[in-house]
């Protein structure tokens, strides 16, 4: 949600400066957490975005007749590769990541960001959680970059955006109409602990057909400390197992 805010944002502020705005967010377990996909999605923007820059678009031409292996399906080094070349084509851009934590090959592609980096006209912002095994190449690779650690900022959103699904819950009868609402909620903006994703699968987990209403309140009340969205993916994948085993 921010990260698309923040692309939104640049792009208004850049349409008179000239720099384009290329972006890619990583989505855990999904084909969409892989450096392949990141190098795709990219190429395929800036492909678009410059249709009418000749020479950006000889270069990919030239790539796909002569640099190519002939295979339907370009490679992960030949996307990286060509990727390359079209970014010389470019004289000012931004490239914004999001979830970059959730990349199953996040060395790799920090490797192709710190060479984007060198050129001081490519500019990039990066989303990620701060710690873990996932981003240390990230952390490693970057020290003297600026960081801003959002950390709970985001929490006033998050415990707006848990107020009205809550209430739509209880609206349809998922939870009773005599909770306290205020304190549920504050619960769960504990244990979201800034991250709106967690919100947002919290919600959509309470809302399967297989928990009644007092099941429901247990589920949020079980827990006050803040939870990883792998607990929170794990809990998903034991409800998917129990209806395929029922």
Known sequence: MLAAASVEN???QNNLAHRDVYYFFFEAQSPSASQMAAHRALL???VQTNCHDHDLI?????FIRDG???QNIASNHELRDILKVCMQSIDNCVIVLDGLDECIDCSEIVADLLIISRDPNKSLLIFSRPAGASVE???SAFVGAKKFDINRSTSSDIRLLLTHRVDELICDRLLRESVNKEEIVEQLVKRA???FLWADLMIKYLRSP????TKRINIIMAVSLPEKL???YDRIVHLVYQGNST
């Not at 000889?58 to 030239?62: P, Q």
């Not at 297989?210 to 209403?213: A, D, G, K």
């Open 10 to 12: 640049l792009r208004n």
């Open 58 to 62: 000889d270069r990919f031409k030239f």
């Open 68 to 70: 190519s292996t002939g």
């Open 193 to 195: 602990d800034g991250m």
């Open 44 to 46: 395929a923007q800036i």
């Open 210 to 213: 297989v928990f009644t209403p």
């Open 230 to 232: 792998d607990e929170m």
């Open 137 to 139: 190449p990230l952390t």
